[in-house]
């Protein structure tokens, strides 16, 4: 049964290292898969420092989108389908819309004053006014109903004065959905038309700001914007439209850290921008007992633009051109280029088990077999006895 086992346990062994788990890929097989002068891998390799962070934030941020052509100029004060008017008729003569309201000490004037049922504007664009019918109101200002009621009351009232006012608000409204406290639909006035404004009516959200994303679908087009954009750049707080659908939606940034780590985590990036550094204190940094400080490691699609201004030659992918960036963090100087370099959303940050630690893991390995053939052994012996 030993001679049986041996062989296998042998093969197993002289297999250890291309068999033995990994916390990752190895620094030996990082540098193997980069792209060198001889052949073309399939990332870019670049030795991070204070000068290439500081290269990397001089290019302009990217802009994930603008609402800027969403902004309209579109009337908000027209009178609309579904909307509730409130209409007051004053008649100075008092004699269809009686009341006996005196209109003076020592005038001799009777007038009267007849505050309509609240009425919704129909189908048809009309409301219903005594004595004068239906009134097509639909698509004009409140003053602008108020003279065509007017003008429907000719001949039939003696000179009635006509207030309008809009009570409910149906037409002049947008549809707010997603991440915010009271979704729904919330209308605009001339002075409350602005994106922050229909988020303040919808209650806000409990999201953080850069993690919101905006997006407004108007006549089959859609306009998209991260909502702290919107937060920081008047322009990007647009004037919406009635009929607009506003959704705002909960896109939470993220980088991921494996390896060598306090912690291997997908972890929510905080507000604002988030370092190097600071992405390594948020799992508690290296592993002191394994971790390779020589090769703190970023793995990150990186825009083209950024690639060009490092000089990196590496080609672009759908997402982006594929770089690592490497730090050694056994040079006290680089601790400033940790806290330089920014996290993006989606980057990978990974430390490699240091070279001892991956001998160490190999020889337990090599241990746990070698037990195995020992106890093997003396039960076969013992067998024998």
């Not at 505050?115 to 219903?128: C, F, K, M, Y």
């Not at 406290?181 to 209650?203: C, I, T, Y």
């Not at 991260?226 to 939606?249: H, I, K």
Request: with cysteine; proline share 8%.
């Amino acid at each position: 049964m030993t001679r049986t086992i041996l062989p296998l346990m042998i093969v197993a062994i002289l297999g250890g290292c291309s068999t033995l788990p990994r916390d990752g890929p190895s620094a030996r097989s990082v540098d193997s898969g980069a792209t060198s002068p001889d052949a073309l891998g399939g990332y870019a390799l670049v030795e991070l420092d204070y000068e290439v962070s500081e290269r990397i934030k001089a290019v302009p941020p990217q802009f994930f989108g603008s609402l800027m052509a969403a902004s309209s100029d579109q009337p908000l004060d027209l009178i609309g389908v579904g909307d509730g008017l409130q209409i007051q008729i004053i008649e100075p003569g008092g004699t269809l819309f009686g009341g006996g309201v005196g209109g003076g000490s020592g005038s001799g004037l009777q007038s009267g004053n007849q505050a309509l049922p609240a009425q919704v504007v129909d189908r048809s664009g009309s409301v219903s006014i005594p004595f004068a019918g239906p009134v097509r109101v639909q698509g004009l200002t409140p003053p602008q109903a108020a003279a065509a009621i007017r003008r429907a009351l000719t001949g039939k009232v003696a000179n009635p004065q006509i207030t309008v006012f809009v009570a409910q608000n149906a037409s002049n409204s947008v549809t707010v959905l997603g991440d915010v406290r009271q979704p729904g639909r919330k209308p605009l006035s001339v002075n409350s038309n602005r994106l922050l404004d229909v988020l303040g009516e919808a209650g806000g959200s409990e999201r953080p700001v850069d993690d919101m994303m905006v997006t407004i679908q108007r006549g089959g087009e859609t306009y998209a914007a991260p909502l702290g954009v919107v937060t920081t750049s008047f322009e990007e707080n647009v004037r919406l439209q009635p009929g607009d659908l506003v959704n705002f939606a909960y896109k939470p940034r993220r980088f991921s850290t494996f390896g060598a780590l306090g912690a291997v985590a997908q972890v929510d990036m905080p507000p604002g921008p988030v370092t190097l550094a600071g992405a390594l204190s948020r799992v508690s940094g290296l592993n002191t007992n394994t971790a390779n400080a020589s090769r703190v490691m970023v793995f990150r699609f990186e825009r083209p633009e950024v690639a060009e201004a490092l000089g990196v030659t590496q080609p672009a992918t759908p997402r982006g051109v594929p770089i690592v960036y490497q730090l050694d963090f056994n040079n006290a100087a680089n601790v400033f280029a940790a806290s330089n370099m920014q996290i993006m959303p989606e980057d990978v940050v990974y430390v490699p088990l240091a070279n001892a630690a991956e001998a160490r893991k190999f020889f337990e390995f090599v241990q746990s077999i070698t037990r195995v053939i020992y106890d093997v052994s003396v039960t076969s012996a013992i067998n024998v006895d």
